[in-house]
């Protein structure tokens, strides 16, 4: 059925586990009538179903959207939890994919930012209330609100659950496009919209740099764009790993050192010595062993999530005034500012290139951590 004549559902208002119960996707009231045309995707039709070759229908632009025709979507393990419906709020049939680079396609009248042509990005966010406090300081991903996710939310003017980046286009409020810096790999690039960001924004909050001592838990995705962004900014980086056979990988990205977190004495050596620790590990693990390298004052920000609570220690943070902390992707600001940095530094991400036809295996593979450290879907593939 076409969207124009389309009954819109009730705004829905969606809660993204795990976190807490105030982080929801802001429901809008669907505007009437909405003009749309097909484009084709990759779908999951339940949360045990492969995804398969599907067609969707996208909003046409209005006045302030951009048309991308999309190049290269980045596979993020996120992708991987909705499609199965592992948080509890997956509607069917869902399309994953919030890692996206493309080429303008059309613009709405109104649009000032972009023209038919340009190179962009599309990350987690496609909207927010853009009103209260943290949208007005550019922390759009932390929208009292409740952001407008790029899956998973509801398209304010169709009413409809967003539909991801696993298709050939998508339709963006400007406002929520990005810029790709002209010299960069545009399939790397894909995955800096989320594990680039991901990593980027804690460290940019807690200003690490030159003199610093940082430690990256876990080189997968998240981790070892952690390495990149540390060694960058000009801190010494200490990777920790399960496998050791990872270590002359971490070095070769920018790790200064590599201990194996299950050798005690390499941990032991290690104790008090660290500025900022940043855990990119989202299986369950014991994050005291790391609570205890910190320096007095110190921070371990986590980024991966685990699907069950840690069990935190009281005593190592209070005899040392050690703080543990979260964070979250990054407003549009931010994301831009990173996108910036890997554009002058040449970072992008290390990837493997895939078909769309691939996805499902690709899934199974990315459970097994086989992948160095990123899977990208060639779009073309689609066709």
Known sequence: MRCEKNSPKAPRKLQFPPVSPSFAAVSFHPMSKPVCYSTKAFSAASASSPLSPATIERRKPTASDVQIQILYCGVCHSDLHFARNEWGFTEYPCVPGHEIVGRVTAVGSGV?????????????????????????????????????????????????????????????????????????????????LCAGITTFSPMRHWKVGPGQKVGIVGLGGLGHMGVKFAHAFGAHVVLFTTSPGKAADARRLGAHEVVVSTDEAQMQAQAGSFDFILDAVAATHDINAYVNLLKRDANLVLVGAPGKPLAVAAFPLIFRRRSFSGSLIGGLPETQEMLDFCGAHNITSDIEMIRMDQINVAYERMLRSDVKYRFVIDMASLA
């Open 112 to 192: 000032t930012k972009f023209k038919v042509g340009d190179t962009v990005g599309v990350g987690c966010l496609v909207d927010s209330c853009r009103t209260c406090p943290n949208c007005r300081a550019g922390l759009e991903q932390y929208c009292d609100n409740g952001m407008v996710m790029t899956y998973g939310s509801t398209d304010k003017h169709l009413g409809t659950p967003t539909l991801g980046g696993y298709a050939q286009s998508i339709v963006v409020t400007e406002d929520f496009v990005l810029r790709i810096p002209a010299n960069l790999d545009l399939a790397a690039a894909a995955p800096l």
